[in-house]
């Protein structure tokens, strides 16, 4: 008779301060975005790969309304500070609004808010000295 798998263990319940505790060590990404140019699509996909590349990220989405005469807006902060900013002047085509995103910029950005956030964790990539 094969032995029947042992139940899986559980970490003991979290304390509701020790949530908040860690809740406050991660890095908030914010990204802005104007409302009715077609830049909804820019924001899920840069959630979803910044989202993938650092899932202790947390991210925060905030639509700009739209303004007469007002160029359309993409940007992207990390704890209140501005990483990436595009506007119209990069349009590719009438009302084509082109977003890259240097991940290099971003990583860097993240790396310092989690240091600032979290000084005296040491991570994998860094060496002691």
Same mark, same amino acid.
């Not at 032995?3 to 991660?26: D, I, V």
């Not at 359309?72 to 506007?87: G, N, R, W, Y």
């Given at each position: 008779?094969?032995?029947?798998?042992s139940? +899986?263990?559980? =970490?003991? +319940?979290?304390?509701?301060?020790?949530?908040l505790?860690?809740?406050?060590k991660?890095?908030?990404?914010? *990204?802005?975005?104007?409302? /009715?140019h077609g830049?909804r699509?820019?924001?899920?996909? =840069?959630a979803?790969? *910044?989202?993938?590349?650092h899932? !202790?990220?947390l *991210?925060?989405k905030?639509v700009?309304?739209? #303004?007469?005469n #007002? !160029?359309p807006t993409?940007?992207i902060?990390? !704890?209140?500070k501005l990483?990436?900013?595009?506007s119209?002047?990069?349009e590719?085509?009438?009302?084509?609004?082109s977003?890259?995103?240097?991940?290099? !910029? *971003?990583e860097? #950005?993240?790396?310092?808010a989690?240091?600032k956030?979290? +000084?005296?964790?040491?991570? /994998?990539?860094?060496? #002691?000295?």
């Amino acid at each position: 008779l094969p032995s029947s798998p042992s139940p +899986p263990s559980f =970490a003991p +319940p979290m304390s509701f301060s020790k949530f908040l505790t860690l809740q406050n060590k991660r890095c908030v990404t914010t *990204i802005r975005y104007t409302s /009715g140019h077609g830049l909804r699509r820019y924001f899920l996909t =840069a959630a979803q790969i *910044i989202k993938r590349s650092h899932p !202790d990220v947390l *991210i925060e989405k905030s639509v700009i309304p739209p #303004a007469e005469n #007002a !160029d359309p807006t993409f940007e992207i902060l990390v !704890d209140q500070k501005l990483v990436v900013s595009k506007s119209r002047s990069r349009e590719v085509g009438p009302g084509v609004m082109s977003v890259y995103l240097n991940m290099e !910029d *971003i990583e860097v #950005a993240l790396v310092k808010a989690r240091r600032k956030r979290r +000084p005296k964790t040491q991570y /994998g990539s860094q060496q #002691a000295g």
